[in-house]
């Protein structure tokens, strides 16, 4: 079966402090892997996804085929950075554009 | 912002009524679809069009129904068959291309409750 999983409910660091969100994936095939973000009073939006390999507000997420995992870090939190995370999964082989979100995870980085 | 605009806001049901949700988006994407937010489980897909005047049923379908009518609209009915109809309800677009998935836009969601 096709499933998300993150399984912090609530991570909560200090400023400063490193950050990683966890997200581990099943999927048998070639997953596209997203990480999508709803800061307060905002609309749930994309913040990266893996086939970019870019890093977006200092965020990073390393596709680990072998572990079935794409956790998301950052090396120093920031206060703005306090949000709810969801993961999510891209069935490749699909073409129907289908998400599977996680359960979510909220950032509460503490000043 | 434009993009996709849910209404209402909020949307109260009495038992036995169907209620209908909008979702309106005004960014020329092919697809649409439209998800379920409960507390604890993330979202869940509850329907998807990939063009117009189709759709197919995502994991959580039933209770619920849809139509396609226009590339820009894609309404949700909640009917009195979905027995726990309170949560929080996203609408969501996105482009289509071959072989690569596209980001999805998001509403600002209608929160439904039971009167």
């Known amino acids: 079966a096709q499933r998300v999983t993150q399984p912090e409910k609530l991570l909560s660091v200090f400023k400063g402090a490193p950050v990683e969100l966890k997200c581990n994936y099943s999927y048998s095939g070639s997953p596209e892997l997203f990480w999508y973000v709803q800061y307060s009073r905002q609309r749930l939006q994309l913040l990266l996804r893996?086939?970019s390999r870019e890093s977006i507000k200092g965020f990073t997420a390393d596709l680990n085929k072998g572990e079935t995992s794409f956790h998301l870090k950052k090396p120093f939190a920031q206060e703005e950075d306090s949000a709810m995370y969801y993961c999510?999964?891209?069935?490749?082989?699909?073409?129907?554009?289908?998400?599977?979100f996680g359960q979510g995870t909220t950032l509460q980085v503490k000043p | 912002d434009g993009g996709i605009t849910q209404s209402p806001k909020y949307l109260f049901r009495k038992e036995g009524q169907n209620v209908t949700l909008s979702c309106e988006q005004n960014?020329?994407?092919?697809?649409m679809y439209w998800y379920r937010q409960d507390p604890g489980q993330g979202l869940r897909l509850i329907y998807y069009s990939q063009i117009v005047n189709d759709f197919q049923k995502g994991d959580i379908a039933e209770g619920y129904s849809v139509s396609r009518e226009k590339k820009e609209s894609f309404p949700l009915t909640v009917t009195s068959a979905q027995k726990n109809p309170t949560a929080f309800y996203l609408c969501a677009s996105s482009p289509r291309r071959q072989g690569v998935t596209q980001p999805q836009h998001f509403g600002d969601g209608t929160r439904l409750s039971i009167l």
């Open positions: 960014l020329n994407h092919d697809a």
């Open positions: 893996h086939i």
């Open positions: 999510a999964l891209s069935p490749g082989s699909s073409n129907t554009g289908k998400l599977i």
